[in-house]
């Protein structure tokens, strides 16, 4: 992906529950555990991929799909 990291794309999904059974959110305990992380590290990660979606091109991107 060119915006974000495959770990802070897993991040990402998980904790929105993309892709996940039945669109589950799961939470920072489980996806630290899927991270093999600690629970600090996994919100930081998530914070910063955040963040880098806030990107003004990425921001465009995501406008022009839900229009679709």
Known sequence: NKYLTPMEKGIICKSY????????KLS???IAEWANKSEIWV???KAEALKKLQNEEVKEII???MQE
């Open 28 to 30: 920072v305990a489980k």
């Open 43 to 45: 919100k930081k990660k």
């Open 63 to 65: 406008e022009n799909f």
């Open 17 to 24: 529950g993309i892709d996940e059974p039945f669109d589950k």
